[in-house]
Nanobody, 115 residues
Framework: QVQLVESGGGLVQAGGSLRLSCAAS????????MGWYRQAPGKQRELVAL???????NYADSVKGRFTISRDNAKNTVYLQMNSLNAEDTAVYYCWLSLVGSTNWGQGTQVTVSS
């Protein structure tokens, strides 16, 4: 069984920064993909960024140049550094871990950007 524990959400002013962390525990293959999704009120959940165990990354167009995803494979932890935040970034952010045969989600952490 896999558990994902997120931290780092909160309230920030527009233009500010936040760093999200997600620690995975349990039976985790060294070959996996970790990432972040977000869901704003009344909207579908969308991919924000992902990072493969190789280090390759993908970003949503809306966050390119502002957000940076990274990971510490030894700690099974993924990070999301969010800079230049704006009101459109307000959402619940979910950590995501994809393994062969399973997809796992964190409980979500609220990010609120005040204008």
């Amino acid at each position: 069984q896999v558990q994902l524990v997120e931290s780092g959400g909160g309230l920030v002013q527009a233009g500010g920064s936040l760093r999200l962390s997600c620690a995975a525990s349990g039976s985790i293959s060294s070959i996996n993909v970790m990432g972040w999704y977000r869901q704003a009120p009344g909207k579908q959940r969308e991919l924000v960024a992902l990072i493969r165990s190789s280090g390759n990354t993908n970003y949503a167009d809306s966050v390119k140049g502002r957000f940076t995803i990274s990971r510490d494979n030894a700690k099974n932890t993924v990070y999301l550094q969010m800079n230049s935040l704006n009101a459109e970034d307000t959402a619940v952010y979910y950590c995501w871990l994809s393994l062969v045969g399973s997809t796992n989600w964190g409980q979500g952490t609220q990010v609120t950007v005040s204008s």
